[in-house]
């Protein structure tokens, strides 16, 4: 193998040495055997006889620092990495052979060797670390941080295996998001020179940010970690915001926390959407809103909510309109729904949950249409384990409602069984209500007219009830008023117009099966009792 790489450096050399004679600078003299001749300053080796070398050393080993830069140099690149001096193809020759002694490095050498006048060979190159530095600092790296891109460096069985990997590349991306590692120093030193920050070797991130139409930057991805900062940031400035909710519902809901929505972009994008200029959202919008921007993170789907400033304005319009207890959650100084200190887009969604129809609930409809179908914001049926039921004005079916109280509420299927039953009683109740009032009019008024016909004076006998005696004549033409019938009769009819309020207002829930529990109470206790209320027992019948 050795005698075989030494034989295509002897081609190569005589190679370069036709391109002495046709191809550099007309020379008489052999500048790559003797370079230091005077006549030899301004000579330079042909780009097509260079290429054909880098190829080869980068077939034989590809993972060397020197052959990722070519990598880079030759990619569809941004124009301030391309037409780098560092990008020359004799220095790139350079950078590979001054690494590793190989043998298509052997004319290299030879022109560039001590005394050597040629002015090529001083070309600035790129410090880059050797390629046995390079894969020490990403082993060294690898066994502290285990990152990810260190599994790119490995064979099945775990053990590190420089060969598999770009070790340049898995070592810019290592040092890029912990570029303090003692190990990065080289990394920091490449990094530091005048421009090369905006290199991919410095992280790709910083020249996406700066440049996103780049062929280059379609596969980049924000880091999860900066991704994670950026929602924290700007959650802890304005909690309110529906894209802050969205990502604690994310957290907080395990039925939704699978969504596609909650993915840490996709939470990041619906806030910056929502608040493009907020401090956390520079990332995001340097990426995502720049014309032309081929990052393909940034289609990532994200649930389209309603805007903050949006969101607070249709709670004051909804609340201004019509009271819901839902408007006392965002107090404000004129009033309830007028405040903002509130996790809006859940107040907004419930009070359309109760009034979907309200013309400021457009929003949430078009939200609800996302695939959220089933999330507590848009479905009822998933607030029955602690949310509130909706108050819907109109005839529905649900076994989730609320009924007279605030702590009656039936979340479950039996017992909205069982406050059905309550309901049919209420209204057999009323009716047995009825006829015990009936009853009691027909007693008091044979007692009035007992009175009437007998006075008390002579009822006892020549002894005067003067309780029962009226202080003036007209008793005889108005109905007197007697403590022990005018009083009971007063307490019942109240007992009975409350009653029958809270009946109507069960009616009132406009749930059918509450409703229909109304008149079925009253179908049944007049079938029970209804016969008594015009019965008059004949005369004499029990004496």
Not at 483 to 500: C, K
Not at 507 to 523: R, S
């Amino acid at each position: 193998m050795l005698h075989s790489t030494r034989s295509l450096g002897v081609v190569a050399l005589f190679g370069l040495f036709v391109v002495a004679t046709f191809g550099g600078v007309a020379s008489a003299v052999d500048c790559i055997s003797t370079p230091s001749d005077p006549s030899c300053t301004t000579f330079t080796i042909d780009t097509s006889e260079i290429n054909p070398n880098i190829t080869a050393l980068c077939d034989m080993m590809p993972n060397m620092p020197g052959c990722t830069l070519n990598t880079i140099c030759s990619a569809a690149g941004p124009s301030f990495v391309t037409t780098s001096a560092y990008c020359a193809r004799f220095v790139i020759l350079k950078t590979l052979c001054d690494d590793m002694e190989m043998g298509y490095c052997d004319a290299y050498r030879s022109m560039c060797r001590a005394g050597s006048v040629v002015a090529q060979c001083n070309s600035t190159m790129l410090p880059l670390p050797s390629t046995d530095s390079t894969s020490t600092y990403v082993e060294n790296l690898c066994n502290t941080l285990n990152a990810t891109e260190c599994n790119l460096c490995k064979d099945n069985s775990g053990r590190f295996v420089p060969a598999n990997c770009d070790l340049l590349a898995v070592y810019s991306d290592l040092c890029a998001f912990s570029p303090n590692m003692p190990e990065c120093q080289s990394w920091r030193g490449i990094c530091d020179l005048n421009g090369l920050n905006r290199w991919p070797l410095c992280g790709a991130q910083v020249s996406c940010w700066d440049d996103p139409t780049q062929a280059y930057c379609a596969n980049y991805t924000i880091p999860s970690a900066e991704i994670e900062s950026s929602i924290t940031t700007l959650c802890n400035a304005m909690p309110n915001m529906p894209g802050c909710t969205l990502n604690q519902e994310c957290k907080d809901d395990a039925t939704v926390s699978d969504s596609p929505y909650c993915a840490r972009f996709a939470v990041l994008k619906t806030i910056c959407t929502d608040m493009p200029r907020m401090r956390g959202c520079g990332n995001y919008t340097s990426l995502c809103t720049t014309s032309g921007s081929v990052v393909k993170q940034c289609s990532t789907d994200a649930l389209s909510l309603p805007g903050t400033s949006n969101t607070a304005s249709l709670i004051k319009s909804i609340c201004a309109e019509m009271y819901m207890s839902a408007c006392e959650r965002c107090p404000g100084k004129n009033g309830p729904g007028t405040g903002t200190n509130c996790s809006l887009i859940t107040v907004y969604s419930d009070l359309c949950l109760d009034m979907p129809k309200m013309t400021q609930c457009a929003a949430w409809t078009s939200m609800c249409t996302q695939n959220i179908s089933s999330w507590p914001w848009c479905n009822e049926e998933a607030l029955r384990s602690s949310g509130e039921p909706p108050m819907k004005m109109y005839f529905h079916v649900s076994t989730f409602d609320r009924i007279l109280f605030e702590t009656w509420v039936t979340r479950t299927p039996l017992s909205f069984a069982g406050s059905w039953f309550i309901c049919f009683l209420s209204a057999v109740l009323y009716e047995v209500m009825k006829l015990v009032r009936k009853k009691m009019e027909e007693k008091w008024e044979e007692k009035i007219e007992d009175i009437r016909l007998n006075p008390p004076e002579e009822q006892m006998n020549g002894v005067v009830n003067e309780s029962l005696v009226p202080k003036k004549k007209s008793w005889y033409h108005f109905p007197p008023f007697v403590a022990s019938i005018d009083v009971p009769r007063s307490l019942m009819q109240s007992l009975e117009m409350t009653w029958s309020l809270m009946v109507m207002l069960i009616a009132m829930t406009f749930n059918v099966a509450l409703f229909m529990a109304i008149p079925a109470g009253t179908l049944v206790g007049t079938l029970l009792v209804g016969r008594f209320l015009g019965y008059k027992a004949p005369s004499g019948c029990c004496s």
